[in-house]
């Protein structure tokens, strides 16, 4: 069964870095776009990143852009996010998830990851 | 960037109830428009795509529709289970835009 694994999630202080993993199993993980999305505690959904399949073309979010990074190692198959810079207000649960379209990006999320929590405070 | 706003914010039904949820966006989609069902706790779960495709396991009784800026999310007979936030969103292009979500509880 197709699967996405998050992890690396922590308690971090503000202005300090750390690094999120996604990794897939069960499904051709390099023909795939992936995304990132996060909630924040008790709020909706935000749109965060999202990362092309060959690993060539990668998007932001206003909110994150210029502090956070994506990557993809597809030998591996993992796709990382790396947060800088960290705020309170990213505090939230991290999901990755697939888009449905083969080798697009510009489809819907058709398997989520069961999310890893950030928590940014001094 | 095009939002997408959904209404009503919460909402409480009766089970049995015919349940509708609109989802708008600022500028036309064409019918890149999914949903997804979110049970406190949990993760998201995609309902629909393509305006009203129903995605495989999905009840039948959740239905989708609309096309360009204008969508609903329609629950025919609202169960128990139904209770849930449920998200409209954008997929034409990045940003891949959520709706704020609407909170339904049974009554």
């Known amino acids: 069964q197709a699967q996405l694994v998050e992890s690396g999630g922590g308690v971090v202080q503000p202005g300090t870095s750390l690094t999120l993993s996604c990794t897939a199993s069960?499904?051709?993980?390099?023909?795939?776009?992936i995304h990132w999305a996060r909630q924040a505690p008790g709020k909706g959904l935000e749109w965060v990143s999202l990362?092309?399949?060959?690993?060539?073309?990668?998007f932001y979010g206003d909110s994150v852009r210029g502090r956070f990074t994506v990557s993809r190692d597809n030998s591996k198959n993992t796709v990382y996010l790396h947060l800088n810079g960290l705020r309170g207000e990213d505090t939230a649960i991290y999901y990755c998830?697939?888009?449905?379209?083969?080798?697009?990006?510009?489809?819907?999320?058709?398997?989520w990851g069961q999310g890893t929590l950030v928590t940014v405070s001094s | 960037d095009i939002q997408m706003t959904q209404s009503p914010s919460s909402l409480s039904a009766s089970v049995g109830d015919r349940v509708t949820i609109t989802c708008r966006a600022s500028?036309?989609?064409?019918?890149?428009l999914a949903w997804y069902q979110q049970k406190p706790g949990k993760v998201p779960r995609l309902l629909i795509y393509?305006?009203?495709a129903l995605q495989s396991g999905v009840p039948s009784r959740f239905s989708g529709s609309g096309f360009g800026t204008d969508f609903t999310l329609t629950i025919s007979s609202l169960q128990p289970e139904d209770v849930a936030t449920y998200y409209c969103?954008?997929?034409?292009?990045?940003?891949?835009?959520f709706g704020q979500g609407t909170r339904l509880e049974i009554k």
């Open positions: 998830a697939k888009e449905a379209n083969l080798w697009g990006i510009a489809g819907y999320f058709d398997l």
């Open positions: 069960e499904f051709t993980f390099s023909i795939y776009g």
């Open positions: 990362i092309s399949p060959e690993g060539n073309s990668q």
């Open positions: 500028q036309g989609i064409s019918h890149s």
């Open positions: 393509s305006v009203s």
């Open positions: 969103q954008k997929y034409d292009r990045v940003p891949h835009t």
